[in-house]
């Protein structure tokens, strides 16, 4: 009885240690939100057609607390498209972002949004000054409309003004991707907040 009551012991004092039983840590957090910014570089950019979250059923469902981008109440957003809400979590910003996950969340096409056509693609050449997390820029001047770094010319397109509000035009770290979906354009991260906004190259 003694070495029965010993063994029982030692396979209680097991549990406590490795922790048998208890709530794990992976499962507690299954349903928090990704993280945005604070210096997280996605290794590339989004894949061509991921915008179509549709055509993949993992997505048909939204998570819980993850609602779909859906119009947003108030005033449309420019040639009569309605405005976005992107703010697939309640901590995450209200405008295209990238999730520590390598998810581009709000990514879309000129099939999409006609906004995003170009009569005239690359009409001031093409971007060589590299792209991707081996290419940090710092932006050194101007803003939405006409900003630079090391000599090279950008400007915002003008019906994404409202996501740079809170860019910083003579200091924030960027990293520029091609975007797959729509010529012309160019789409510049911003390390510190995570969000994204599509470019074009001014020379």
Known sequence: MNKRLAVLTAIGILAACYGFGAPQRGHEERGAAPHVGGGYIPPRGPMPGA????????????????PEARPAPGRPEGHGAPARDFRDFESHPNAPHVHSNGEW???????????????????????????????VFHIQGGGPSRFWFNGFYFS?????YPYVSDWIWDSDPIVLYEDPDDPGWYLAYNVRLGTYVHIEFLG
């Open 156 to 160: 915002v397109a003008p019906f994404e």
């Open 105 to 135: 969340a709000g990514h879309v096409t000129h099939h999409e949004d006609a906004r995003l056509h170009m009569d005239h693609p690359w009409a001031h050449g093409h971007f060589s000054g590299g792209f991707g997390p081996g290419h």
């Open 51 to 66: 915008h179509a979250a549709e055509a993949r059923p993992e997505a048909a469902r939204p998570e819980a607390g993850r």
